[in-house]
Every structure is written in C-alpha cells, then in structure tokens.
Nanobody
Framework: QERLVESGGGQVEAGGSLRLACEAS????????MRWYRQVRGQERELIAG????????IYDDSLQDRATISRDNSKNMVFLQMNNLNSEDTAAYFC?????????WGPGTQVTVSS
C-alpha cells in the first residue's frame, strides 16, 4: 500500500524548533516532488515548502522564509522539514505531499502547537 506518514509534531514553546519527518512506503519518492503543507483549523491548507526531484531547488512560503529548511533523503525514502524560531502562527496541522505527474499522495498530518 502506498502511503506517507508524518512524525515529529508536538507542542513546543515559542522560539523553539521542530524537525518534521515524512516517510514513504509502498513507493519510491525518487521521482516525486515533495512538499509540506499546513492547515490552521478553519482555514485552507497552504503550501509552505517544496523540494524538487533532484533536491537542488527549494521553495518556501514567505511566512517561513529563513526559518525553515526542507530536505530529502531518497535512500531512506524520507523528506524533512526543519523549522526554527517557531511562533504561535505556526500552530497548525502539517501535511506531507508527494507528486509525480497526476499521481499524488498525502499523509494524514501531524499537529504542531506552539505555546507562548
């Protein structure tokens, strides 16, 4: 079964850091663009970071610019999102996405809660 599973979420104090991980199973991420999205309760899901198949290009939402790093380890079939200097506006459910052409996979999400 093809699936993505996120981990690394939790509660953290403002100013702290978290490293989210996403592990794929049932398929290889080698040919997939990988992205992280987040969704605040009651709002739409938004793209916050992406990394190309090669890993040479990355994009970030302005809200995370200079505070986040997306990376991938194809040998482990995983993608990561390191987030630093977290604030209350980063509180959300974080979702991993894998896309290749018309094929898409989503993880169930992991909750990040930042307390002040």
């Amino acid at each position: 079964q093809e699936r993505l599973v996120e981990s690394g979420g939790g509660q953290v104090e403002a100013g702290g850091s978290l490293r989210l991980a996403c592990e794929a199973s049932g398929f290889s991420i080698t040919e997939y663009v990988m992205r992280w999205y987040r969704q605040v309760r009651g709002q739409e899901r938004e793209l916050i970071a992406g990394i190309t198949v090669s890993g040479r290009s990355r994009i970030y939402d302005d809200s995370l610019q200079d505070r986040a790093t997306i990376s991938r380890d194809n040998s482990k079939n995983m993608v990561f999102l390191q987030m630093n200097n977290l604030n209350s506006e980063d509180t959300a459910a974080y979702f991993c996405f894998a896309g290749s052409g018309t094929i898409e996979h989503w993880g169930p999400g992991t909750q990040v809660t930042v307390s002040s």
